[in-house]
């Protein structure tokens, strides 16, 4: 209801409680499909782009854009969490997982942007794939922020993905 009062250029539906499995991992876009697809027409027929918060899985991906979602946001946490515990190993199977996946999104004619646990140390390899338009690193920011201020966090922060794609 907000979204069709409001009109914003791009809503983001992700997961609803923190508790909920899906949360950490995505929406289940290809159990919910019909449900989603309901959801998500009217707010495509108001003008506003649509982005859905999926696992990098195959099949998420493809019930996205069989629903007509224009934009997917990978979640990254599994590589963001396990390069933070120094698990490197299962971090490098993750990040092969984003880039094929993001690759995948791309093929099918979907906007890919990422997010969620991404920090100073683990934003450059996912800002080097070409497909990601767009990374959601609030939360990271905000608490740095506390730390060395606004303006610093996102210049490094933004150095870094400028970096990653010199």
Do not use: W
């Not at 195959?58 to 590589?79: C, K, M, N």
């Amino acid at each position: 209801a907000i979204a069709l009062r409001h009109k914003p250029h791009a809503v983001c539906i992700v997961p609803e409680k923190r508790e909920e499995l899906t949360t950490e991992g995505g929406l289940e876009v290809a159990r919910e499909e019909n449900r989603l697809a309901h959801f998500i027409a009217p707010i495509r027929d108001a003008g506003c782009r649509v982005s859905l918060f999926v696992a990098t899985d195959q099949r998420q991906i493809e019930a996205a854009s069989r629903i007509g979602a224009d934009i997917v946001e990978l979640h990254a946490g599994s590589y963001c969490d396990s390069f933070s515990e120094g698990d490197f190993a299962k971090a490098d199977v993750e990040l092969v997982k984003l880039r094929e996946m993001s690759a995948y999104a791309h093929s099918l004619g979907l906007e890919v942007h990422a997010g969620h646990g991404i920090t100073y140390d683990t934003v450059k390899p996912i800002a080097e794939f070409p497909e990601v338009m767009e990374l959601n690193i609030g939360h990271f920011l905000i608490g740095e922020a506390i730390f060395i201020g606004l303006d610093p966090a996102i210049k490094k922060m933004r150095d870094l993905m400028d970096q990653a794609r010199a």
